[in-house]
């Protein structure tokens, strides 16, 4: 009996740390240029959101890294990875990404609340030298291939941009704009 409460004690103190996570699956069955399937994943011990975008050719994973302020977008088909500070006026905070993930408020059909937030990052044409200042989430999710720093630019309209740009729509929260090269000339 005495082992049986040892072990279940045990055992509780060494699954807490998996349930830091929690996961949310969001579907766009009208797939017409849409996000495809994304989900994510929040980890409250580590500080930090992973969200992944399953389309095929046109798949990404992002990183929230709420500690050091960075995010990275891994874009598969780019074969690269982008860097940037995070815009905190613009995204939840992590606290309020769990809830909303644990509430389950982001699936569905479609948003159902305000429209998302719009940000445009300009991407610096060379290759990062230093992506350890990011933080170790961010320099794991990047390590093998080639890394670019991205700064917001604010106030930018698309419409008057004239490079070209890949967009990212992340959960019905916001939807990012990363416009530049990321291939050295």
Known sequence: ???TI???GLLGIL???AFADYNINISDNNNSGGSGQQSVSVNNEHNVANVDNNNGWDSW???WDYETGFAAIR???KKACIVHRMNKDALPSLQALDAMVKEKKLQGEGPRGPPPKGLMYSIKPQQSQQPGT???SIVGMCKGVPTY???EIQGASLFFYSGKCFSVNVLWI???SLCGSTEEN
Request: charged share 10%; no cysteine; hydrophobic share 65%.
């Open 75 to 77: 874009v598969f088909h």
């Open 6 to 8: 040892i072990f279940a």
């Open 61 to 63: 994973h992002m990183l």
């Open 15 to 17: 699954l807490a740390p």
């Open 134 to 136: 990011v933080g170790k």
């Open 174 to 176: 916001v939807n990012i």
């Open 149 to 151: 720093m991205a700064e």
């Open 1 to 3: 009996m005495r082992f």
